[in-house]
């Protein structure tokens, strides 16, 4: 969305050694939901890496435990092949001047780049080769267009959200791994006057399972979950709780852990001082939303990830003005100490997420 700053950072030191957020350590057995869900109970550690970069990173993609992807301004991506103990920074040629609010890892070598900006601007990139090469799959040729945040089911199939242009909102869909994308826009209902989404660290958009997927909006009266169950041919729209009803509030990002239990979360960006009514979930697919309690930091949350996606109910929050973390999903949260500035945050299991923010700050979260 347009309309989002491009905010200066918070003061706020770096963190130079692994903390534990708890007196417990993390567990070392196998994966389980019983040991997870304990883990959640007891609270994560958080270890900083080292990105390879200082430009803002604002999306983050994990594959899985060892092989994720970053984004960022300046054109910026980078790489990690071994948990982030190691992290391979470039910057994609002729996009310096680019801003990549989101990333989709497929493997150690294949992986989506999507820039946002007003018309041009707005591009998608791919690469097969970690990043040694990139090529520009889709340009938007429209200088209305403003494209946010996408999301895919597989390689090859996926989605990009972007703003209302002329009461619609122009929703792209691939099934090719991005040889083509056909706008399926007039697929979805008519939009809100202002109608946006919030390029604040590319999880505006969800998917889930083969043909599910949940887009959050905000910028508008009225703040929305738009979603299909059939891979994009048809969309409803559904209410939700949260803040609304100006140009600078609504939902920031969107998560499902189930086809039925998801989280929304966002804010006000002309409140970044209050505490507001900031977070909602659901239980039927996104037809009903109910708040849940606030994130206990003021401001915007700009994204938030589950845990785990093997039916737990921890979640992890972060905005510029801190990030916390829910063993229930939103009944009650935790502060993490001494984190703020941190855009997005992103899990492959309990044992393995990320948080991306300013400066090319890496913060891996580990239950």
């Not at 791919?126 to 403003?146: E, I, R, S, Y």
Request: charged letters at 15%.
């Amino acid at each position: 969305m347009r309309r989002l700053p491009f905010l200066a950072p918070v003061a706020a030191g770096l963190l130079v050694a692994t903390v534990s957020c708890s007196d417990s350590p993390s567990p070392t057995a196998p994966d389980g939901p019983s040991l997870a869900q304990n883990a959640l109970r007891r609270g994560p550690t958080l270890t900083p890496q080292s990105s390879g970069t200082v430009q803002r990173l604002m999306a983050v993609s994990p594959v899985n435990q060892r092989v994720v992807w970053a984004s960022g301004a300046g054109g910026t991506f980078t790489v990690t092949t071994d948990g982030g103990e190691t992290w391979q920074s470039g910057v994609v040629p002729g996009a310096e001047a680019l801003q990549f609010r989101d990333v989709e890892g497929v493997s150690a070598r294949e992986a989506y780049l999507l820039s946002i900006g007003a018309g041009s601007d707005s591009r998608i990139y791919h690469t097969t080769d970690g990043g040694a090469t990139w090529t520009l799959q889709f340009q938007a040729t429209n200088p209305a267009a403003f494209y946010d945040c996408f999301a895919f089911w597989t390689p090859n199939r996926g989605l990009v959200m972007g703003d209302a242009v002329d009461g619609r909102l122009p929703v792209l869909r691939t099934t090719d791994g991005g040889e083509t994308w056909e706008d399926i826009g007039a697929n979805l209902p008519a939009a809100q006057a202002g109608e946006a989404a919030f390029a604040s660290s590319g999880t505006c958009v969800t998917v889930q399972g083969g043909k599910r997927a949940w887009i959050i909006t905000g910028g508008a009266a009225e703040s929305r979950v738009i979603a299909t169950t059939d891979g994009g041919d048809t969309w409803t729209s559904y209410s939700t709780p949260i803040v609304q009803g100006t140009p600078a509030s609504g939902g920031f990002s969107i998560d499902f852990r189930t086809p039925h239990n998801g989280i929304v979360a966002g804010g006000d960006l002309e409140r970044a001082d209050q505490i507001l009514d900031n977070v909602a979930r659901t239980s039927d697919g996104g037809q009903t939303w109910e708040l849940a309690t606030s994130t206990p930091f003021p401001g915007a949350v700009y994204g938030l990830s589950y845990v785990n996606r093997a039916g737990l109910e921890g979640v992890v929050a972060t905005g510029p003005a801190g990030a916390a973390w829910s063993p229930d999903e939103g009944d009650t949260w935790n502060l993490l100490p001494g984190v703020t500035n941190y855009w997005a945050v992103a899990f492959a299991n309990h044992n393995s997420g990320w948080l991306v923010g300013t400066e090319g700050r890496i913060l891996k979260i580990t239950f």
